[in-house]
């Protein structure tokens, strides 16, 4: 949760599904991508493009579409290996459970 809270005010957080009610909790300054509400989730299709971009389906557009700055998945999830492998993200946290990536700002 530390990881998360700091990055408030830095930019949008993709986010794990059933973490998000826990980070909106613990961390309300930080804009997160989604959370258990998933009626509202669905209505707006946001709930079709996280399913997207979890899968490795379409993530770097879904990521850009959000304007995503950081994203926070599961260690060994289909996401976390492609953005692990992406030059536009670094590893910016790690620990057993969950790893957190930067997307790397460019001099646009």
Same mark, same amino acid.
């Given at each position: 949760?530390?990881?998360?809270? =700091? $990055?408030? !005010?830095?930019?949008?957080?993709?986010?794990e599904y059933h973490w998000g009610g826990y980070f909106?909790?613990?961390? &309300?300054?930080?804009?997160?991508?989604?959370? &258990?509400?998933?009626? /509202?989730?669905?209505?707006? !299709?946001? %709930?079709?493009?996280? $399913?997207?971009?979890?899968?490795?389906?379409?993530?770097?557009? /879904?990521?850009? #579409?959000?304007? /995503?700055?950081?994203? /926070? $998945? %599961?260690?060994? =999830? &289909?996401?976390?290996?492609? $953005? =692990?492998?992406? &030059?536009?993200? #670094?590893? =910016?946290?790690?620990? @057993?459970?969950?790893?957190?990536?930067? @997307?790397v700002q460019t001099g646009r």
């Amino acid at each position: 949760v530390s990881y998360v809270r =700091s $990055l408030a !005010g830095q930019g949008h957080l993709f986010n794990e599904y059933h973490w998000g009610g826990y980070f909106e909790w613990q961390a &309300p300054a930080v804009q997160e991508f989604i959370d &258990p509400r998933s009626d /509202i989730f669905v209505e707006r !299709g946001v %709930m079709a493009d996280y $399913l997207k971009a979890v899968s490795a389906t379409d993530t770097f557009a /879904i990521l850009d #579409r959000y304007q /995503i700055r950081y994203a /926070i $998945l %599961m260690q060994g =999830s &289909p996401a976390a290996y492609l $953005l =692990s492998h992406s &030059p536009q993200w #670094r590893r =910016s946290y790690a620990d @057993r459970l969950a790893v957190g990536f930067e @997307r790397v700002q460019t001099g646009r």
